[in-house]
């Protein structure tokens, strides 16, 4: 019998279609920020991810922002946990720490590399790897047992996410070491943004079994620079003329973008919700949080 | 094929000399003269930047072996020195130290330990992390040449086979991995385990 500690996992469980967004906390020391955009978030997914330094970018400790959102705004959160910042005690200790405040799901990350960040010239750790640290998480779940075979106090009640990206080229590198992650015990996955419907379909596809959750990460931009700024500079990512051209005909013209994203995205969300088994969409924005209820309210009924 | 200890020269040496007008150099004949980082050209070389201030300079056959330490050294008139510029590898720095018992300065940063290729190219292939996963990885090492030390694959930093370290001008050591794997038939199912880092202080472990 499988157990269920997070509302997350439950309406996954129950097969509902679900939507997550994220939440980036930044390099200060008020909440008001993160408390405000979750309120905005609330009524509109059943969890938010939060970051856990970005970029290699030293922010706000993505479990302390998690805690406060979830005793603040009530709204359960996905907390990232990098490899690259901690050894495994500080793994373990942090984990034990989120169980302390209420933290069900965690997803695991590598994390860019410190030279990537506002710190280049940090140590990087990655004493172990993403997948041990599934491995690991685990042994804490299903044991109640540390890495070394420790004992744990208590249960361990979180649910393991991972991240997985159907833009990789070479693809079938990234789907073999998702394997790995699902042999080792991952529950569900998010994916990297996508925008074209067909690679996230072929995503899907590939890890038709053993089947773990799959949320496809989509990008609504707010503005036709954006888009091209993400076709041209963000590594291995390629945005279709299709949508650029949408973006360019509104013109800076709010409204008219907003109506765009609402209709390219709808649109692709009914196309993977109809023809996949994906179990929901992560929806990331910078800078175009009110984006994220107008689409998930356009296909309500639907999904 | 010869693998040697990859050295470069630090930035600013000549600045960090400044304060010091008794200076004794000492090359390595072994791996900085391969890396041309402080064979004799390059020990003449800093000799000429510093004149006056030079007391003495030599090339030792190997600056990490006590032994050609102890015969090359002896007959040099070091001891007058303020200070000893090494340029050598960090062994190489620390043995100086413990046979002279001066003030030794570094004059190269030690990198890694390397494959020499053709046209005076060094490439990282050994981080000597005392657990070696070779067999696993088909002969390719994840632990040198995975900017993360990665054991299960390749990361979100992987586009088009290169790694967003360096800005994708070097090879995904996963993506290496992968086709020698394909190559070599074995499949890539199996879950590395966490790695055993061999944490202790170094001491010496060969030898009677």
């Known amino acids: ?303 | 094929m010869i693998k040697l200890i990859i050295t470069k020269q630090k930035p600013n040496l000549l600045k960090n000399l400044e304060k010091y007008n008794k200076i004794f150099i000492i090359g390595c004949g072994n791996c900085a003269t391969i890396c041309k980082t402080g064979g004799e050209n390059e020990v003449k070389a800093l000799a000429e930047k510093l004149g006056d201030k030079v007391i003495g300079n030599i090339v030792i056959e190997s600056p990490c072996n006590l032994k050609f330490l102890k015969k090359d050294l002896k007959p040099f008139m070091y001891s007058n020195a303020e200070v000893i510029v090494a340029l050598c590898c960090g062994v190489g720095v620390q043995s100086i130290v413990e046979f002279t018992n001066k003030e030794v300065i570094p004059g190269l940063d030690t990198l890694f330990l390397g494959e020499v290729g053709i046209k005076g190219r060094f490439y990282e292939r050994c981080r000597a992390c005392g657990t070696c996963i070779l067999y696993e990885t088909g002969g390719i090492c994840p632990i040198s040449r995975c900017a993360k030390k990665l054991l299960n694959g390749p990361c979100g930093g992987m586009v088009n086979e290169k790694c967003e370290v360096g800005n994708y001008s070097k090879d995904c050591a996963w993506i290496l991995i992968y086709k020698r794997l394909k190559e070599l038939g074995r499949d890539f199912e199996k879950i590395i385990e966490v790695h055993n880092w061999q944490n202790k202080p170094g001491e010496l472990i060969l030898g009677d």
């Open chain 1, 1 to 303: 019998m499988k157990r269920i500690f997070s509302e997350f996992m439950k309406a996954l469980y129950n097969n509902s279609f679900v939507f997550t967004t994220e939440i980036e906390p930044k390099k200060t020391v008020n909440p008001e920020g993160i408390i405000n955009l979750a309120r905005k978030f609330k009524n509109h997914v059943i969890a938010c991810n939060i970051t856990d330094n970005p970029r290699a970018h030293a922010y706000m400790n993505s479990i302390i922002a998690s805690y406060i959102i979830q005793r603040e705004v009530g709204l359960e959160t996905i907390c990232h946990m990098t490899v690259r910042d901690r050894n495994r005690l500080a793994l373990i200790s942090d984990v034990l720490g989120a169980c302390a405040l209420g933290i069900k799901n965690i997803l695991t990350i590598t994390g860019d590399h410190t030279t990537m960040g506002d710190n280049p010239n940090a140590m990087p750790v990655y004493d172990i790897d993403s997948t041990q640290f599934i491995y690991m998480l685990r042994k804490m779940v299903d044991e109640g047992i540390d890495l070394a075979g420790n004992k744990i106090d208590g249960e361990v009640r979180i649910h393991i996410g991972a991240v997985g990206n159907p833009n990789a080229n070479p693809f079938e590198p990234e789907i073999l070491k998702i394997k790995r992650k699902i042999n080792a015990g991952v529950e569900f996955i998010q994916t990297q943004i996508v925008f074209d419907v067909e690679r996230a379909k072929r995503f899907i596809e590939e890890l038709k079994a053993p089947p773990p959750f799959i949320l496809i990460g989509i990008f609504p931009c707010n503005s036709y620079r954006m888009a091209e700024f993400i076709d041209k500079k963000v590594p291995g990512i390629s945005v279709p003329n299709e949508y650029k051209e949408v973006l360019k005909k509104a013109n800076e013209n709010k409204e008219k973008i907003d109506e765009s994203n609402i209709e390219y995205f709808s649109e692709m969300i009914k196309e993977l919700k109809k023809t996949t088994r994906a179990s929901g969409i992560h929806i990331m924005t910078i800078k175009y949080e009110d984006i994220v209820g107008k689409i998930i309210d356009s296909v309500k009924g639907i999904c």
